[in-house]
């Protein structure tokens, strides 16, 4: 079945820059038929995922040196921006856009220093802003930034934004009369970094997910948010003892677009013996924001390999979880032996529609809050429910070592 060319399966400016196509996307992230006409909030994919850091400038070198991105755009002093300085970086369809405070009053520099590292926008690329910006305030969305352009001599940009979870915002781009390396304010630079000889030009070539962790008793207020105001629709969710382990539990429930281009998991602790990885990050990001980022990769074993060479850690998976009769049966056959996934803790799942390759790392700053997954589809449409419970074992063993659990 192909995916049809609607409105809301438009390639954005990035995923046509990587070459692209919507086929290759729909085997990346799962795209679904989706009839655009009938969307009230459409969006076209991903913009960016804007990221407030400690320090921007080690930030972009290790997305550069361990991840494999690309630099392609800066702002900063140089550039007359005196708030702050951003590293743009690409992979694929994958843009971080890297920001970091030059002193001690600006609001990047608050925000990382009640947060730490993370995510402050989830920028969405969309047709019409002035359109998903009236939508959403007649739904009650905050409105954080009314419908304006900037411009420049590459052109101009339509930029809005809406508040979402915490401190998290969306910012809603319509870049279609622009041709510069981001925004204006940004110019187009490369780095002095050097891959090593035989790596390959890139490891991840799309975001497939960003799960977003919010407060006991607000998942499905936000779950109702993203219904009410984005028309995003209700994909799966996960309660009980799908998603439990014997000390903690947590809910969530995933919304996304009609397309199923962008995807939002939405987790809240559940009561357990113990505390849970969503209590610790609420507990240490100092309140609700975006947990991890889900990169879809054509390749999981080369992208493991890649990056455990270049010291990125990931969580480890005990040899009983490959060795189980019943996950062996359950799977069936997958396109590597079982026992190239065990030597890297590559998780499998597999659904009526296909199955998935998956792992996570460890959390890539300081704080025990942000981290990230690499996955692989293969037809399946989920998020490795049969993982769930040894994911978060893993988890577990890693907040014992940290006396956070």
Not at 201 to 206: G, P, T
Request: contains cysteine; proline residues 4%; hydrophobic residues 40%.
């Amino acid at each position: 079945m192909t995916v049809p060319m609607t409105l809301a399966d438009t390639l954005t400016n990035e995923e046509k820059l990587a070459d692209l196509d919507l086929d290759t996307l729909k085997q990346l992230v799962g795209l679904v038929e989706h009839d655009a006409a009938t969307d009230p909030f459409p969006v076209n994919g991903w913009d960016a995922a804007v990221w407030a850091v400690g320090n921007a400038t080690q930030t972009s070198h290790f997305f550069q040196s361990a991840f494999g991105m690309e630099l392609v755009a800066y702002s900063g002093p140089e550039t007359g921006n005196r708030d702050h300085v951003a590293f743009v970086l690409r992979s694929g369809g994958v843009r971080f856009v890297v920001k970091g405070g030059v002193n001690s009053s600006s609001p990047i520099a608050r925000h990382h220093a009640r947060h730490g590292d993370g995510i402050i926008d989830i920028a969405l690329e969309v047709p019409d802003v002035d359109k998903c910006i009236e939508h959403a305030r007649a739904q009650g969305a905050t409105v954080l930034e009314e419908p304006h352009d900037i411009s420049d001599e590459h052109g101009t940009v339509r930029i809005g934004a809406i508040a979402a979870y915490g401190e998290t915002r969306h910012t809603l781009v319509d870049r279609s009369r622009y041709d510069g390396p981001y925004l204006p304010g940004y110019v187009a630079r490369t780095s002095g970094f050097r891959k090593r000889d035989g790596a390959p030009k890139r490891v991840f070539q799309a975001l497939d997910h960003i799960v977003g962790n919010v407060e006991l008793g607000n998942m499905d207020e936000w779950v109702a948010f993203y219904n009410r105001v984005m028309g995003f629709t209700n994909m799966a969710e996960f309660i009980g003892d799908d998603i439990a382990t014997d000390y903690s539990a947590l809910m969530s429930k995933v919304v996304a677009s009609g397309n199923h281009r962008v995807k939002f998991p939405l987790n809240e602790p559940a009561v357990g013996k113990r505390k849970s990885q969503i209590d610790e990050f609420l507990e240490f990001y100092e309140g609700p924001g975006a947990q991890h980022l889900a990169l879809a990769t054509n390749d999981i074993l080369q992208c493991v390999d890649v990056l455990s060479a270049e010291g990125v850690e990931f969580l480890n998976t005990p040899d009983s979880y490959y060795e189980d009769p019943e996950l062996r049966a359950r799977i069936g056959e997958v396109r590597v032996p079982i026992e190239e996934l065990q030597k890297r803790g590559i998780l499998v799942d597999r659904d009526e529609d296909g199955y998935l390759l998956q792992i996570f790392t460890k959390p890539v700053g300081d704080r025990p809050t942000v981290f990230f997954e690499f996955i692989e589809r293969h037809g399946s449409l989920g998020f490795g429910k049969g993982n769930f419970k040894a994911l978060f074992e893993a988890i577990e063993r890693e907040q014992e070592r940290r006396g956070n659990f």
